[in-house]
């Protein structure tokens, strides 16, 4: 017969009890429940923003690829079956994590200004910036470093040759797709700009002018060609080869600045991510030219000294707090940021926990700071999502995280001639005058001014996050300005809030960019939440979705694929 507790001790263990269930419940209600379930994996797991390009990936991992070899077929796919943000016409960040030697790294295969390029080249003679001139014409294209980065990561970090990684992408060229709603909806909306270019047309429509349809099957000759002879020849076909001289030839006929001898000279950079701690956890995230790197370690430092887990997510005060954090960081990013090849950046000030500290001090618990207060700007309300990010991790402990872009929708909307692929308009990045926003409303001071061969500043973050040495998370996003803050988000969700990777990938986002001074949220959050913000000072502004993580969490149980629902054709596959 087992003794009874004496009743009042009863009650006191059952006070104890309900007390520590309620406080679980209370820091972390999302994973209560599980509504979102991420793709498992046991070996290895590839998510990207398109079922086909998932596919390729995953079938390079089966054939025995490793997840860099996977990750540069994935770039060659996308290329081919999203055409508005896969490119071979644009450029990027790869970061990649061996846990084996402990090594995290990243390319940069940023695009560079022309050697032409000078500073008030989209500025007329009045100096007043000329509406569009570094979004839609030849002279808004970098010269592109896709190829070169691919080919970098492939290389040093691959086990496959250039032809087999990039075989899937030039059968799905070839032989043509069926296309998804979203393609159709991309091409037909974007009729009036893409249309103004006889090649682009010729390219991207149909001969009889009508508009696409989903399942329709999309063949794209002259890309598979351009992808064959990059195969066979290797990368500086591009740059040196018959793709040089097609480039080069349509952006001619634009009147643009861009030389071959930009092309020859184009060289993709292996840089040393930017490494902050989270709470103990160790994040690596790209470095300058990307502001993304600096400001998502300067954010995460901001907040390490808050718990954010019994705030809990979707609060005001977390939300109140995050913006508050996200702000001074994009001030900051006007002022301090650009391309490190040209300017010294101070990323280690910038990243430091003193600095953090100074600017956490700064932040009131019930009360916004008014941008103007923190420094001057305009406003632009535009904006685009179109960038695309992917992840991959396999079990031999390589893990890759690549955000890649043409900048806006099917960048400047220019198609080179005869090589099937459009040219990037990211030019755009940098500041046509300082203190001018660009086209998602980011301001930019002299460290972003256009110059010859500069690197432009980006907001790309492709980030992988390790604890006790072993790869555990692999994020990024597109989305332009919105790109740290949404990386920032899923980052946050795994570690504070204890989210399983789908749900941190499905949560309703929010955004504050210094200026405008608006704290932009996502539909889902509740209203009584949005009026105590307001009630703070903070202005919200619903606006559509943001981002498209697509990111995976490898932990005990596996691999496991979190595919951003906000894309249709999102995408996990485990092995
Ligand atoms: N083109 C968007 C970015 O690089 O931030």
Not at 86 to 101: A, H, L, P, R, T
Not at 195 to 219: C, P, Q
Request: glycine share 10%; net charge negative; aromatic share 6%.
């Amino acid at each position: 017969m087992s003794a009874r507790k004496p009743p009042m001790l009863a009650g006191l263990l059952c006070l104890l009890l309900m007390l520590t269930s309620l406080s679980a419940a209370a820091q972390a209600p999302i994973i209560e429940g599980e509504r979102f379930h991420p793709e498992p994996g046991q070996r290895a797991m590839v998510v990207t923003s398109h079922t086909l390009a998932s596919r390729v990936g995953r079938d390079i991992l089966r054939e025995g690829g490793n997840a860099v070899d996977a990750a540069v077929a994935i770039g060659f796919a996308l290329a081919v079956v999203q055409p508005r943000s896969g490119n071979i016409g644009g450029g990027g960040f790869m970061v990649i994590s061996d846990e084996k030697s402990g090594d995290v790294t990243s390319i940069d295969y940023r695009e560079t200004a022309p050697a032409g390029a000078f500073e008030t080249m989209f500025q007329d003679d009045e100096g007043n910036v000329i509406e569009k001139a570094s979004r839609f014409s030849a002279n808004a294209s970098g010269v592109p470093g896709t190829v070169a980065g691919m080919a970098m990561a492939l290389e040093r970090y691959g086990s496959m040759p250039l032809e087999q990684v990039m075989a899937p992408a030039i059968r799905l060229a070839h032989d043509g797709f069926a296309i998804p709603q979203r393609f159709a909806d991309g091409l037909n909306d974007s009729r009036e700009q893409l249309e103004k270019n006889d090649g682009t047309r010729r390219l991207f429509y149909k001969a009889d002018g009508s508009d696409w349809r989903a399942g329709e099957v999309f063949k794209q000759p002259e890309l598979a060609a351009t992808l064959t002879r990059i195969a066979q020849n290797g990368p500086r076909e591009f740059y040196e080869g018959e793709t040089a001289d097609h480039l080069i030839d349509t952006i001619r006929a634009f009147d643009g600045i861009m030389t071959r001898e930009d092309l020859k000279n184009y060289r993709a950079v292996e840089r040393a991510p930017v490494h902050g701690t989270y709470r103990g956890y160790d994040v690596y995230a790209m470095a300058p030219p990307s502001s993304g790197g600096v400001h998502i370690v300067q954010i995460l430092n901001m907040l390490e000294n808050d718990d954010l887990t019994r705030m809990g997510f979707g609060s005001a005060a977390t939300m109140h707090l995050m913006s508050e954090a996200m702000r001074r960081a994009y001030a900051d990013r006007s002022k301090y940021l650009g391309d490190p090849d040209f300017l010294d950046v101070p990323v280690e000030a910038l990243t430091s926990k003193a600095y953090a500290r100074e600017l956490r001090a700064q932040i009131s618990a019930g009360r916004a700071t008014p941008s103007e207060a923190i420094g001057p700007g305009n406003i632009t309300p535009y904006e685009s999502n179109e960038t695309t990010h992917y992840s991959v991790a396999d079990d031999s402990g390589l893990a890759v995280s690549n955000t890649y872009t043409l900048n806006f929708s099917y960048g400047s909307g220019i198609a080179v001639d005869k090589a099937g692929f459009l040219l990037n308009n990211e030019m755009d990045d940098f500041s046509a005058k300082p203190g001018v926003p660009n086209a998602f409303g980011l301001i930019g001071g002299q460290a972003n001014a256009v110059g010859p061969g500069k690197r432009m500043l980006s907001s790309m973050t492709p980030t992988i996050v390790k604890r006790d040495g072993k790869n555990l998370l692999v994020t990024g996003s597109p989305g332009g300005s919105r790109i740290i803050t949404t990386t920032l988000g899923v980052i946050s969700n795994v570690i504070d809030h204890g989210m399983n990777i789908q749900s941190a990938v499905s949560a309703p986002r929010f955004h504050d960019q210094w200026l405008p001074d608006e704290l932009r949220i996502e539909d889902g959050f509740s209203p009584d939440t949005l009026r105590l913000l307001e009630g703070m000072g903070h202005h919200v502004v619903q606006q559509s979705a943001m981002g498209a993580s697509q990111s995976i969490l490898i932990n005990e149980d596996g691999f496991q694929g979190g595919a951003d629902p906000r894309r249709e054709t999102s995408s996990a596959m485990g092995l």
